[in-house]
């Protein structure tokens, strides 16, 4: 079965550092999504991105956060400078196209910076 | 504007008990989707069930059914005779149809089953 996969599974960085995180989502899907959930918390919304660019993004995604898709394959997520309250479990999520409900999240990449 | 809408936060039951989880949405769209995924304390999204906009049939998978009614923008899950291993946090979640297909989430319940 298709599967979509993060790396790294966990990241431990320190404030003011940069991160990225990596996802490579299901081969023959469109769109693509970054979702964040704070320890106890609900999960949010952050980004998606079809067609080569972001086509929604929330207030939480401010000018810290970017994505790209550099080679076709690989979704990721740059934190430029984190701070703490970035701590969290980010989620990686694909859909093969609109009107079809086909969504996939991928394990999670949980990042604690200290 | 979507809105999920899980008003329990935290429900304790006896294994062996019936439990139903409450999910109530909101959107303006005539198409969408409704999903309830499980996370259990290792974290990992796992997928139960999607059901579009169009589809009321009420379903049944083993020890889990869902209750579809549009009439009052609920989507139900409930887990007969409920095993240590349901316990875990369910989120229910609503898709948008067309460009509007990103996922909200409710805020989630958390399902404790005792032995």
């Known amino acids: 079965e298709p599967e979509v996969t993060q790396t790294p599974s966990h990241q431990v960085t320190q404030m003011g550092q940069e991160v990225i995180l990596r996802c490579v989502p299901i081969s023959n899907h469109l769109y693509f999504y970054w979702y964040r959930q704070i320890l106890g918390q609900k999960v949010e919304f952050l980004v998606s991105f079809y067609n080569n660019e972001i086509s929604e993004k929330s207030e939480i995604f401010d000018d810290q956060f970017s994505v790209e898709r550099p080679d076709g394959s690989n979704f990721t997520l740059k934190i430029r400078s984190t701070k703490l309250e970035d701590s969290a479990m980010y989620f990686c999520?694909?859909?093969?196209?609109?009107?079809?409900?086909?969504?996939?999240f991928g394990e999670g990449s949980r990042l604690t910076v200290l | 504007a979507q809105k999920v809408t899980q008003a329990q936060t935290e429900i304790s039951v006896v294994e062996k008990e019936d439990v139903t989880l409450d999910c109530v949405y909101e959107?303006?769209?005539?198409?969408?989707?409704l999903f309830w995924y499980k996370q259990p304390p290792s974290g990992e999204l796992v997928f139960l069930i999607r059901r579009n906009s169009f589809d009321e049939q009420n379903e049944i998978s083993g020890r889990y059914s869902w209750n579809f009614q549009k009439s009052t923008s609920s989507f139900n899950f409930t887990i007969t005779a409920s095993q240590v291993v349901d316990s875990a946090v369910y989120f229910c979640?609503?898709?948008?149809?067309?460009?509007?297909?990103?996922?909200?989430f409710g805020k989630g319940i958390t399902l404790s089953v005792r032995p």
């Open positions: 979640a609503l898709m948008g149809g067309g460009a509007n297909s990103k996922l909200t």
């Open positions: 959107t303006r769209d005539t198409t969408y989707y």
């Open positions: 999520a694909s859909l093969a196209e609109t009107n079809t409900g086909e969504l996939f």
